[in-house]
């Protein structure tokens, strides 16, 4: 729960299932955030955010706190979702942390040029894997400060 | 190059020749003119000094000589007429004063006087006077006397005795004249005024119209030694001179100087006394004391000077000239002239200067023509070497000169026709070397052509290679980046929930571990089956089958036959086109292709209740291409490129790696191909084609 009551989202975008159930499972553990949602691919991922198609009620779609994104992903890929979040005006300003298991450079560039809030990688040891996700948790959701969100404008 | 300095030689006298033939000449003509030209002018400069003598010196020429001469021969001859002249007249004078003063004479005179007086005052006829003074003694006497005087004298016409009182003839040497009386105007210029002596006129004859010079003496009474003033004058002697009969002759008695030799006699007024020899210019004849002489020479002589001079005379002609003056009495003076006309005298000198100048001027004019004769005959070779360089400098190299002779000219042209002959040599060379150096170049023009095409060739080449190796590049990277992260990904969850199944059993919540170790395993499996996969890629290219003749549509039926059981389950109509061509290729891996696809096929058809696969060929940009169709979920054009890219699954949930396409592609490309799909999108099914370049269809199969 955050300051004004709310229940702290989450929005998990992973294609592999395994990795998303260890994430969620390290959320939870740590009791960092009260709902995690989770998208296999991009297109989901753009339709929960845009709520189009299964996610058109706002009631399944609600607004996340945190976008965890892999980059890796079918269909759309992972740096055209970031890009469409920082292109759209009410949702510019949501914080996306990227988790993925790419170390290349030009992921890592194109993310940040693409206004990513944070790069991280999954790491192949245990602890390490549960703490940077306890940590990322704590951060975005407790020490950061969430900024409000613009309305839509009108169309 | 020995030609050179004769040729310039030759050509200097021909340097800026025009058309005068005079330029053209060679040094030697030219010499000979000059000094020809110098030697006429010496010569006329000769006969001009030997004419007229040197100027500032006492030389003054043959002409000068031939003056003087003539000058000093009339004046000579002038002194002798005037002392001839002057002599005569004081003698007719000394004549008539001797008869004048004879006491017989006198004495007889004045008996006779008597007589007349008697007679004038009776009043009497003139022929008893005359009568009477014929048969009178003293009359006698007096005839007797004037008789004798004429006869002591040739040039004595007339002599007459006159009564000075009357004018009346006493006596005569013409008996008819006695007892006639003279005209007082005749008298009075006849008879001396007393004391005055003897005058001497010259007259025109009232008997006859003759000139007559007319001597006169008065006679006087008493002795005449004694004072004359105081003696009368009682009678005159008078003596006539034929002027044009005796003068003339008298004065023409001298050496002729030429035939032009003239003398003139002038009185003090001017008038002739004699004719002259010439007519004046006017025409008519000149008539003694009628015509007046006005010229320098008469003119200074009655002022009674004398010398020489040159000038002209009444007939206008140029003159050589004396003049001298005569004092016949006291008070009168004649002027004598003797002259020559200056042309007769001079004339032949003139004549031979002039034929000297004629002479020399025809001799320099005969001189130019010969020399330009001369100038044109050896000019015309000359003029033919001028023409003939002008033709070659014009570009005809086949001018020649024409040589003549073995002079220094013919030389020349000898010359020149071989320097002609060089230059030909020389131009046929350079053209021959130009021939083979333009062919050269040309070769090595296309050489060089050929090899820019080559070139380019080589670049076109060396820039598909490089996009090539580009696309290489970026998919060996895009594998790596695949690899690295489709490997590490089943790792990770590998080891990820052994971290959890650990704690598990530490924390004692043994609820999930079942469900975790079968993640790892699955996770393990997974990772296991991409190695192998990834090797089977690797082997794609690396170890190649030797290449058969195959028919496609064998190896599609083969392939369904391996697929049997999956098309089986799914009830799917596979169909292959049985006519699909022969092709060399690896049997293995076309196989694989067809079953990938195929299977591909049976995926992606998974919704639909009654799958459709048509294995078939087409033309394809005229090309062969080899196609697997189905009816199935199709691919959006968004994804059609990167289904064939290593791993890249569209479909998270369906089955296999993703790396089926990627092994299709790479067989693909080893045999030279190309594949690519078409869709419409999703729902209109998909059609996958390829073509095997590499593998000619030479006959159809069954």
Redesign the interface.
Known sequence: MNMKGEPLTILLVE??E??A??VK?SLRNHQVANEIHHV??GEAALDYLFRRGIYANPADSPRPHLVILDL?L??VDGLEILKKIKETHELKRLPVVIL?????EKDIAMAYDYHANSYVT??????K??GLMKDVGFYWLAWNVNPHHPEAPDV | MRAQPTDHEQRSPLSGAGGMPFRSLNLRTKMALYFGALFAVVLLVVSLVRTFGLPWTSDSGSYGLQQALVMKQLAFLADVEKERLRLWVEERKHDAKEFAERRAVVSSISKILGLIRKDVDRQGSRDKLKAELLNDKNGKALMAAVKGLKASHASYGKIRIIDAENGLIIASTDEKDVGLRISDAKLGSVVMKPGEGASVIVTKSPENGRTEVVISREIRDGSSDGAGANSTAFGAVILYVDGEGFLKSFLYGGSKIAESEDIILVDQDLRILVSPKFPPREGGPARPLEYVVKTEPTSLAVQGKEGVLISRDYRHVPILAAYRHIKVTPDNIWGLVVKVDRDEILGPTRQRLFYASVVSLLGVLAAAIMAALLAGRIARPIQDLRLVAREVEAGNLEARVTVTGSDEVGELAATFNSMIDRIRHWQRDLEEQVTIRTSRLTEMNEELTAEIVERRRAERERELLIGELESKNAELERFTYTVSHDLSSPLITIKTFSGFVEEAFKEGNTDDVVSDLGRITRAAEKMGQLLEELLELSRIGRLVNPPSRLSMTQVAEEALELLAGAIAQRVADVRIAPDMPVVHGDRARLLEVFQNLTENALKFTKNQPHPKIEIGVAEVDGGTAFYVRDNGQGIDPAYQERIFRLFDKLDQTSEGTGIGLAIVKRIIEVHGGRIWVESQGSGYGSTFWFTLPDSHPTETGE
């Open positions: 294609d592999n395994d990795h159930v260890a499972r296999i691919d890796r079918p269909k993925t298991s790419s170390q290349a999954k790491p192949l040891d245990f602890d894997f549960v």
